[in-house]
């Protein structure tokens, strides 16, 4: 079963930075592409940021230059540092892979 576990979410001011975390068990995790969405109220879900196996990554054209995605596979983890937020930024960040998601975590970019 796999299970996944984010953290990191929370209120910041526009221009501001937050590094949100995504813990992965049930999987052997260096094998898998891991992936950030994100869905404000009444919009669909969107990809943020996906990191493959080999390290390689890509992004949403709306955060390209922004946002960083990482992963640590001792650690079982994927994490995504945001810098220079923005209102437009403000969803539910939820952490994807083997057809399963996490619980999502709240970021509200606000002044």
């Known amino acids: 079963q796999v299970r996944l576990v984010e953290s990191g979410g929370g209120l910041v001011q526009p221009g501001g930075s937050l590094r949100l975390s995504c813990v992965v068990s049930?999987?052997?995790?260096?094998?898998?592409?891991m992936a950030w969405y994100r869905q404000a109220p009444g919009q669909q879900r969107e990809m943020v940021a996906r990191?493959?196996?080999?390290?390689?990554?890509n992004y949403g054209d709306s955060v390209k230059g922004r946002f960083t995605i990482s992963r640590d596979n001792a650690k079982s983890t994927v994490s995504l540092q945001m810098n220079n937020l923005n209102p437009d930024d403000t969803a539910v960040y939820y952490c994807?892979?083997?057809?399963?998601w996490g619980q999502g975590t709240q970021v509200t970019v606000s002044s």
């Open positions: 994807h892979t083997a057809n399963s």
């Open positions: 049930g999987i052997d995790f260096s094998d898998y592409l």
């Open positions: 990191i493959f196996s080999t390290g390689y990554t």
